[in-house]
């Protein structure tokens, strides 16, 4: 498939948003579970400082994927669809999102100002839950688009979901730790943020070790025969079915050199996977350097993410290219 860079910009951006809302929600929750109120002025500010980012994250992502439209004014219409595409189920979940987003910053900032009676900060947890659940529903519904389309089996691989929620869990991860780490962490916090920094990382790697490993070797479940109504038969192409390049071919039958492929795989588990670990070495190691080493990984994580995506897009095959 074309890799579309609006698309692909779309799905790291929003992914990075969404995850970075899913540990918003938790550090919301977190006092909430265990009975008491958000320590101090300065953790309130943080949660707001989390929900801004991660709605500017999401929404711009959202926007960028429009470039790929046609005619990007009629976007709207995809919100009707949505008892059967999981595309429409995506933009409703995502606007219901950011109201609940908002929401919060608004509870937030007549808490500040002192406007919000004690009694309704009890509405904050319900929302953050509430906000939680709709993240992964607009992760879910962003990895279906692809995980639903069976001509395409790369993507109807059975990693392609758990993947999208992987690298969103992470990458979210990687931007509240660029953000956290500029103010005085303590010895055991940072040898806890050490520690989910390496199993997030490892995880994303192994993920896309064996999704890498296992698409080389998938067949496209089809052969040339059938695509011409001949099933069973060999079939060899003395001809090309058009004389120009058209739409399929330049949106469906993109090929990317296996040669190719290779490097840019390990540049992409570099960025993604290997930055994030020797930042957060270096932090433990270095914590008056946190703030810089953990802002200059995630943003390294974010590119080799676009890198991930960019193959997730040039190395699955279609179908309709046994036609051609």
Known sequence: MHPAFSVIAFTTLSGAGYGLLLWAAGLILLPALQGRTPANAAT??????????????????????????GKPGRAWRAFSQWRTSWLSREGVFAVATALVVLLMLALIGTMVTGALPPSLWTAMPILAAIMLLLSLCTIASTAMIYASLKPIPAWRHPLVLPGYFVFAILTGWLVLMALVNWSALSDEALGVIVLVTFALAIVAALLKLVYWHRIDRQSL?????????????????????NTQANYINREMGYVLARKHARPLRAIALLLFAAVPMIAAWLA????????????????????????????????????VTLYY
């Open 44 to 69: 309130v500010l943080l949660w707001a400082l989390l929900l801004v980012l991660g709605l500017v994250l999401t929404t711009v992502g959202l926007f960028s994927s429009m470039l790929h439209l």
């Open 221 to 241: 479940g089809a052969t040339r025969g059938d695509a011409v109504g001949l099933p069973g038969r060999e079939v060899d192409v003395f001809e090309r079915p």
């Open 284 to 319: 433990w190691a270095n914590p008056e350097l946190a703030g810089p080493v953990f802002t200059l990984g995630a943003l390294l994580a974010l590119t080799g993410t676009l890198v991930e995506r960019w193959l997730f897009f040039a190395q699955a095959r279609h179908l």
